[in-house]
T-cell receptor, first 111, second 114 residues
Framework: KNEVEQSPQNLTAQEGEFITINCSYS?????LHWLQQHPGGGIVSLFM???GKKKHGRLIATINIQEKHSSLHITASHPRDSAVYIC?????????????FGTGTRLTIIP | SAVISQKPSRDICQRGTSLTIQCQVD?????MFWYRQQPGQSLTLIAT?????????ESGFVIDKFPISRPNLTFSTLTVSNMSPEDSSIYLC???????????FGPGTRLTVL
C-alpha cells in the first residue's frame, strides 16, 4: 500500500463544476503540499499546509491531521485547470526531511 | 520565490549513450534535488545534490548510473549514464531554501531512450 493515496486517479468535468481531489496518507507528517503538473512536465507548488485551510483564488486546500486526509477544491473550474494534481507529504525525522508523492489525479475540464 | 530552468527540455537518445541534464536556479537555494517520474508513476527522489561534495543517493540509485554535480548554490547537473529504454522518464530538478515550506520545481526534462 502506498504511503500517499489520491482519488480519483482521473476526473473529467464540465467547465464551471466544483472539483474535489482527495489525498490520504498513512504516515506522520509535518506538512502537505499540493502540486500542479502541466502536460510538459513542469510542476508548480499550489499550497503547503500543516493544518486547517488555505485559499488562493479559486483553489481551496484543507487538511485534517487526525484523519490523515487532505482535499483540494477548485471552484468554477475552467479548461486551463486541466492538469495533473499531486499530493506530497513531508516527513521530518531527526532533522532529515523527505517528501513522498502521490501518483496524481489527472483532471480534464471540458469547455 | 525561485525560478528553475532545465536543459534540455526533452531529448531522444540511443541505448548505451549518456545524457547530462542541467538545472539552473535564478537565486540561491539551500538544497537541490533530482527526481525521476516514470510514465504513470509518482515522483521518486534520485538524490540530494550537495554543493561541493558528493550527492546523497536514495536506495536503488547509484553514482555510477546517475552522477550528479553541484558546483555552486544555483547550478546542478544530472547525468543519466549508459541509458536503456527503462530510463525513459521525466527528470525534475527542485530546490528549497532550508525548509520544504518553499519548494520550487523545474519544468522537467522528458527523456526517451530508443
Amino acid at each position: 500500500k502506498n504511503e500517499v493515496e489520491q482519488s480519483p486517479q482521473n476526473l473529467t468535468a464540465q467547465e464551471g463544476e466544483f472539483i474535489t481531489i482527495n489525498c490520504s496518507y498513512s504516515v506522520g507528517i509535518s506538512a502537505l503540499h499540493w502540486l500542479q503538473q502541466h502536460p510538459g512536465g513542469g510542476i508548480v507548488s499550489l499550497f503547503m499546509l500543516s493544518s486547517g485551510k488555505k485559499k488562493h483564488g479559486r483553489l481551496i486546500a484543507t487538511i485534517n491531521i487526525q484523519e490523515k486526509h487532505s482535499s483540494l477544491h477548485i471552484t468554477a473550474s475552467h479548461p486551463r485547470d486541466s492538469a495533473v494534481y499531486i499530493c506530497a507529504v513531508l516527513q521530518s525525522n531527526f532533522g532529515n526531511e523527505k517528501l513522498t508523492f502521490g501518483t496524481g489525479t489527472r483532471l480534464t475540464i471540458i469547455p | 520565490s525561485a525560478v528553475i530552468s532545465q536543459k534540455p527540455s526533452r531529448d531522444i537518445c540511443q541505448r548505451g549513450t549518456s545524457l547530462t541534464i542541467q538545472c539552473q536556479v535564478d537565486s540561491q537555494v539551500t538544497m537541490m534535488f533530482w527526481y525521476r517520474q516514470q510514465p504513470g508513476q509518482s515522483l521518486t527522489l534520485i538524490a540530494t545534490a550537495n554543493q561541493g561534495s558528493e550527492a546523497t543517493y536514495e536506495s536503488g540509485f547509484v553514482i555510477d548510473k546517475f552522477p550528479i554535480s553541484r558546483p555552486n548554490l544555483t547550478f546542478s547537473t544530472l547525468t543519466v549514464s549508459n541509458m536503456s529504454p527503462e530510463d525513459s522518464s521525466i527528470y525534475l530538478c527542485s530546490g528549497n531554501r532550508g525548509t520544504y515550506n518553499e519548494q520550487f520545481f523545474g519544468p522537467g526534462t522528458r527523456l526517451t531512450v530508443l
